[in-house]
């Protein structure tokens, strides 16, 4: 299986008691520079957020460098601009630590409340990026001198709050807010050291948990996109992946039109199985992501788009999503690997084994490709062709392992292997060794699939504990199989352990589906456990269950004699067998007991007329 993750790792905080300063680069749109006195009146207002901010968390802004930004015509609104700063000025690595880009809002819709400084402003949370986009009107002076301090209270995980003295209100009308709430100030203490570069994923899991409570007790209050985007981190930290899908889900219905949610969205549901919604999420960013300063987001998005395609079975649409990525990033020989792997997947088994066999031309001890010559040679039918490929992986693998090196295969593709291994030396009737490949897949990926080929094959060698055991590995995440049950039933009959054969008989009867051939056999195998343990009475009644489910099973109606028989009923004995033999004319078991039958019924009846004769001589 081809799959991606969303990685985490721990971030250290200093002491808060420390003064931090934050490298600052503004980038100013062409139409920001055309308001009079506009960097002279930007300082000012840089110059008030950083006192506000140095003198309740000990943090001081200094500006970097003003750079020139021309993000399009086409962005108009704060995320677009947004999307398009995150992809041009990437921050850390020597450069800044925060990034806040200028904006002119020239055309302010009628249905807009300048009130609301989401309108005016925009901060991508615990990622240090914020949008300002100030209107060039005095009457909103009061909304210019707040929105940048509200947005950097934004950027360092603040949320928004009822308190309307409180500069994360996040509406302003007359007063002018000059303090941070006790619930902001808390969050913004939790969060001053965090490394922008590295971001909100990267918060020590403890520091999530506190964050998360705080953020908790202001949900009382209508949140906003923000909120619920910050809460989905500090989730994903903490390891509850479906709490985070929760959440997004909540900031995705907030901003609808914002193709990052999207795609994070999509990513986290393809980390958790979830692929179809994978699909959903990921489909809505790649059409979102339009601009020139997205083309990585939107590879992403294409990569794991495809990735999703690929593990529902739709490899059409894989490989067409993974050649869209191709157009932005050629030299990617990892999805140029992965199109010939859906090649493989299609049948087209010589096409793919010659793209395989070109990258390893190019990487002669590349384990990965040779487990998909390998692969493909075996879904090809050529199977010495295929161990020969994949015993080569294999033998790198214990080398490099000798080593202490990497496999260079991913758990997916060495379980692979191993299961093809498997596959291979069963179709070439060498059990053991297919034992052992199996043994050794299911000790790198514990599956359903591994333990089913494996206990499959135990149940077919007559090894009915080792199948048993199998069996209920499976059953341990996968209670509604009446297939599992049904055959740990026969391995308990086999070894003589009646009660449990009954009872996994009876399990499976209840995930049937009403699906009647089942049924059916399941009854005929209760019938023969009852016999075992000689109750013929209750073999009988479920013989005669399986018999009104499917008539046509010469077993079913042998179970039903031998009960007979075994209750002295010679004539139902006779009836029932010669209903088996209509069914299998051949079946050796109903002819020999029909002429066991016969016969003790001839001799019953010899008996009745001696009996008879010496009355009458009496």
């Given at each position: 299986m081809i799959f991606f993750l969303l990685q985490t790792a721990k971030t250290g905080f200093a002491s808060p008691d420390e003064l931090r300063t934050l490298q600052v680069d503004i980038a100013v749109a062409p139409s920001f520079k055309k308001i009079h006195g506009w960097k002279q009146n930007f300082k000012k207002r840089l110059a008030y957020a950083s006192k506000i901010f140095e003198t309740e968390f000990?943090?001081?802004?200094?500006?970097?460098?003003?750079?020139?930004?021309?993000?399009?015509?086409?962005?108009?609104?704060?995320?677009?601009?947004?999307?398009?700063?995150?992809?041009?000025?990437?921050?850390?690595?020597?450069?800044?630590?925060?990034?806040?880009?200028?904006?002119?809002?020239?055309?302010?819709?009628?249905?807009?409340?300048?009130?609301?400084?989401?309108?005016?402003?925009?901060?991508?949370?615990?990622?240090?990026?914020?949008?300002?986009?100030?209107?060039?009107?005095?009457?909103?002076?009061?909304?210019?001198?707040?929105?940048?301090?509200?947005?950097?209270?934004?950027?360092?995980?603040?949320?928004?709050?009822?308190?309307?003295?409180?500069?994360?209100?996040?509406?302003?009308?007359?007063?002018?807010?000059?303090?941070?709430?006790?619930?902001?100030?808390?969050?913004?203490?939790?969060?001053?050291?965090?490394?922008f570069s590295q971001g909100g994923d990267h918060l020590d899991p403890r520091l999530s948990q506190q964050l998360v409570g705080a953020y908790l007790k202001l949900m009382v209050y209508e949140q906003s996109f923000d909120f619920y985007y910050g809460l989905g981190i500090f989730y994903l930290n903490l390891n509850q992946p479906e709490d985070a899908i929760k959440v997004w889900k909540k900031a995705e219905a907030q901003d609808p039109e914002n193709p990052q949610i999207h795609a994070d969205l999509g990513i986290l549901y393809a980390k958790t199985g979830h692929y179809h919604e994978a699909i959903r999420s990921l489909s809505r960013a790649v059409t979102g992501f339009q601009m020139p300063g997205q083309a990585a987001k939107k590879a992403q998005a294409l990569e794991v788009l495809g990735g999703s395609y690929f593990n529902t079975g739709n490899y059409d649409q894989a490989y067409r999503i993974w050649s869209q990525y191709l157009a932005i990033n050629p030299e990617n020989q990892d999805i140029r690997i992965n199109l010939a792997v859906v090649q493989m997947k299609r049948g087209q088994y010589d096409k793919a084994i010659s793209e395989f066999q070109n990258f390893l031309k190019k990487d002669p001890g590349?384990?990965?490709?040779?487990?998909?010559?390998?692969?493909?040679?075996?879904?090809?039918?050529?199977?010495?062709?295929?161990?020969?490929?994949?015993?080569?992986?294999?033998?790198?693998?214990?080398?490099?392992?000798?080593?202490?090196?990497?496999?260079?295969?991913?758990?997916?593709?060495?379980?692979?292997?191993?299961?093809?291994?498997?596959?291979?030396?069963?179709?070439?009737?060498?059990?053991?060794?297919?034992?052992?490949?199996?043994?050794?897949?299911?000790?790198?990926?514990?599956?359903?699939?591994?333990?089913?080929?494996?206990?499959?094959?135990?149940?077919?060698?007559?090894?009915?504990?080792?199948?048993?055991?199998?069996?209920?590995?499976?059953?341990?995440?996968?209670?509604?199989?009446?297939?599992?049950?049904?055959?740990m039933g026969v391995a308990f009959s086999q070894t003589g352990d009646y009660r449990q054969a009954l009872a996994m008989f009876n399990e499976a009867l209840r995930y049937t589906d009403n699906d009647k051939e089942k049924e059916a056999n399941l009854y005929k195998n209760i019938?023969?456990?009852?016999?075992?343990?000689?109750?013929?009475?209750?073999?009988?009644?479920?013989?005669?269950?399986?018999?009104?489910?499917?008539?046509?099973?010469?077993?079913?109606?042998?179970?039903?004699?031998?009960a007979e028989m075994k209750k002295t009923n010679l004539l139902g004995a006779r009836k029932a067998l010669e209903d088996a033999l209509q069914i299998d004319r051949e079946h050796k078991k109903a002819k020999e007991l029909l002429e066991t039958v016969k016969k003790n019924m001839e001799a019953a009846k010899n008996a009745q007329t001696i009996t008879v004769e010496l009355k009458q001589k009496e």
């Open positions: 000990k943090i001081k802004l200094v500006e970097r460098n003003y750079i020139d930004w021309n993000p399009g015509a086409k962005v108009i609104d704060t995320m677009a601009a947004m999307n398009d700063l995150q992809g041009k000025y990437p921050i850390g690595q020597g450069g800044a630590d925060l990034v806040i880009g200028l904006m002119h809002m020239t055309k302010i819709p009628k249905n807009v409340d300048m009130k609301e400084l989401h309108v005016i402003g925009r901060a991508s949370p615990l990622a240090g990026y914020l949008v300002l986009r100030y209107p060039n009107n005095p009457l909103y002076k009061v909304q210019e001198e707040t929105v940048l301090v509200h947005e950097l209270g934004h950027v360092f995980g603040a949320i928004h709050t009822d308190d309307k003295t409180s500069i994360m209100s996040p509406v302003v009308d007359r007063q002018l807010p000059t303090r941070f709430d006790l619930d902001n100030h808390e969050i913004i203490m939790m969060t001053k050291k965090l490394d590349n384990v990965r490709l040779l487990s998909y010559i390998g692969s493909s040679y075996y879904l090809k039918g050529q199977y010495s062709l295929a161990l020969r490929y994949m015993n080569d992986a294999i033998n790198i693998i214990k080398s490099n392992a000798r080593h202490g090196k990497k496999s260079g295969l991913e758990k997916s593709q060495l379980y692979d292997t191993y299961n093809n291994m498997g596959a291979i030396h069963l179709r070439m009737d060498n059990p053991k060794e297919a034992i052992r490949y199996l043994k050794a897949a299911c000790r790198v990926q514990s599956t359903i699939d591994c333990h089913r080929n494996l206990g499959e094959i135990y149940f077919r060698q007559g090894q009915w504990s080792d199948s048993a055991r199998e069996f209920a590995n499976i059953l341990q995440v996968q209670k509604d199989d009446p297939d599992i049950y049904g055959m019938g023969y456990v009852y016999l075992n343990v000689e109750q013929p009475d209750p073999a009988l009644q479920q013989f005669r269950i399986a018999a009104s489910k499917k008539w046509l099973d010469a077993d079913t109606h042998l179970g039903i004699a031998i």
